[in-house]
């Protein structure tokens, strides 16, 4: 962890020291934040045209809705702005609802469509490459979670690390698990139905919230800068539109991939739900609230993917 933080430190410097950095800070306030719109808007350019370019319309939106769904992360870290703690019972609330929909997009929006083009390509053994997709899935992120050193929901009372450490291994917990949901949105635009990907961009977007809030508001209580505190927490979603990126691509380029890279994505995201957001929702004995607002979660997403379809 802390050659983690070492090499951010290097990194974050040797940008402080570049002569265009410096060039661009002397500036006057809203010539330099002009500047930096222009050249945030050239990138998404040149990003979204060699995109369109290259591929179609399909891998453009995509890229787009999970760029959208990790935004949502700093949606979500909004009221740190004016709050430095909020009640347990809603956070818990708002992480048993986003359980459920993530639960809803997964059968929904990743598994059932992922069965039917299993099926397509090889016919009948649709349920068999999902569920091997599946497993593939859970199985990276179970490595992931043994390789990279963050710390979970539950572990967040472990007085052996202080409250720095604790909230620096939460965040990088959250951008891991970020990655195979922001590809997870990539792969379903990428099998060519966009219904399925907007559900799920919206399913996944809804999720990001509470998360984006789990992060900011530590943060603040640490006594971090209200606005940094947000910008950390709208960090962590933009790994999503990379796996989002890739996703897409991948499926679009490599179309017989497609059914097991659904299955993949949805052990992943099943694999978070089951591992991180649920026991955190019951870890302090109010698991009730917790139990209804997934089940209304599912109900309302099952309830969108319906009706868009």
Do not use: C
């Not at 962890?1 to 430190?9: F, G, P």
């Amino acid at each position: 962890m802390q050659n983690i933080q070492a090499k951010l430190e290097e990194y974050y410097l040797r940008l402080q020291a570049h002569p265009r950095y410096l060039k661009i800070m002397t500036l006057p306030t809203l010539q330099r934040w002009g500047v930096l719109a222009g050249l945030f808007l050239l990138s998404q350019v040149v990003v979204f045209g060699g995109l369109y370019l290259i591929f179609d319309g399909v891998v453009v939106i995509g890229f787009m809705a999970s760029i959208l769904a990790g935004l949502a992360t700093g949606v979500g870290a909004l009221p740190a702005l004016f709050f430095k703690d909020i009640s347990e019972r809603l956070f818990n609330s708002m992480l048993g609802a986003a359980a459920g929909v993530m639960l809803a997009a997964t059968a929904f929006s990743l598994l059932v469509p992922g069965i039917d083009f299993g099926d397509q390509i090889w016919p009948g053994k649709g349920l068999w490459i999902v569920a091997a997709g599946m497993l593939l899935g859970a199985v990276f992120l179970h490595f992931a979670d043994e390789r990279l050193p963050h710390l979970h929901f539950d572990a967040v009372s472990d007085e052996s690390l202080n409250s720095l450490q604790k909230i620096s291994l939460f965040i990088i917990a959250i951008t891991i698990h970020n990655f195979p949901e922001g590809m997870s949105v990539g792969v379903s635009f990428g099998s060519g139905n966009m219904n399925n990907g907007l559900v799920l961009a919206i399913a996944i977007a809804l999720q990001n919230l509470p998360e984006g809030l789990a992060v900011a508001l530590p943060l603040v209580g640490l006594g971090y800068n209200k606005w940094k505190a947000v910008g950390i927490a709208t960090a962590t979603g933009l790994v999503e539109p990379v796996g989002g990126l890739l996703g897409i691509t991948m499926v679009t380029v490599f179309s017989s991939i497609l059914p097991i890279a659904m299955g993949f994505a949805a052990g992943a995201m099943l694999f978070v739900i089951s591992e991180e957001i649920i026991p955190e929702t019951h870890a302090k004995g109010r698991s009730r609230i917790a139990t209804f607002s997934l089940m209304v979660g599912f109900i309302i997403m099952m309830m969108l993917d319906k009706i868009l379809s």
